[in-house]
């Protein structure tokens, strides 16, 4: 089965932009979790959705947000772009939420501000 | 903030070496889970072992978990330069809103041919 696809890889964004990420989860899984990792904070939990809700949201500002489509592909958003944000932003798919059964993680978005 | 801990920060073996990396974490959880990464890509699923289990095995891996001191420690047996990439453990606890993986810092691992 297909996995996790991310678009897009790479993305360089001007500081006050703002930026959309995809991410299709693997067929059958309702569930996406986002997150973000830098080199000085690690993977840091950013929001999950299940079933087009959002279940779950990390310790982020307002200017992320996200959202799930019915076919539970999903998207973050990320408004008035600071440097800081530069990060690889990974999603990951799991069939209820994890649960114990695991996540797939997609390849990542590198976000670059500049 | 990241609830594991992961020692040591970085490794380096020598093909068909053992390699161990140790994770602490800080609260109850339901499950552990190691992940690896390789050069910045996407997290891969290595293993996952339950909080009311002791020890997993899966090929060259060997997982343990000891709740009473909130410790789990990835043995990777007769290492490839392949294995060269970051481990990740990470925490899962279920219930209500909660339900998310709390990473580890990581170990970095390099295998030398």
């Known amino acids: 089965k297909a996995g996790v696809t991310q678009t897009p890889r790479y993305l360089i964004k001007t500081r006050g932009q703002q930026v959309t990420l995809s991410c299709s989860p693997i067929?059958?899984?309702?569930?996406v979790s986002w997150y973000q990792q830098t080199p000085g904070q690690g993977l840091q939990f950013l929001f999950e959705y299940f079933s087009e809700t959002q279940r779950n949201k990390g310790n982020f500002p307002g200017r992320f947000s996200g959202r799930q489509f019915s076919n539970s592909r999903s998207e973050m958003n990320v408004s008035t772009l600071e440097l800081g944000d530069s990060a690889l932003y990974l999603c990951?798919?799991?069939?209820?939420?994890?649960?114990?059964?695991?996540?797939?993680f997609g390849s990542g978005t590198r976000l670059t501000v500049v | 903030s990241q609830q594991g801990e992961e020692d040591p920060q970085a490794l380096s073996i020598q093909e068909g070496e053992n390699a161990t990396m140790n994770c602490s974490y800080k609260t109850s959880i339901n499950n552990l889970q190691w992940y690896r990464q390789n050069s910045g890509r996407g997290l891969v699923h290595l293993i996952l072992?339950?909080?009311?289990?002791r020890e997993k095995h899966s090929g060259r891996l060997r997982v343990t978990l000891d709740t009473s001191k909130k410790s789990s420690s990835l043995l990777i047996t007769a290492s490839r330069a392949a294995d060269t990439a970051s481990y990740f453990c990470a925490t899962e606890v279920f219930g209500g809103a909660t339900n998310k993986l709390i990473f580890g810092t990581g170990t970095l691992l390099a295998v030398q041919p």
């Open positions: 067929s059958g899984h309702r569930s």
């Open positions: 990951a798919s799991s069939l209820e939420g994890g649960r114990g059964y695991g996540y797939t």
């Open positions: 072992i339950r909080s009311n289990e």
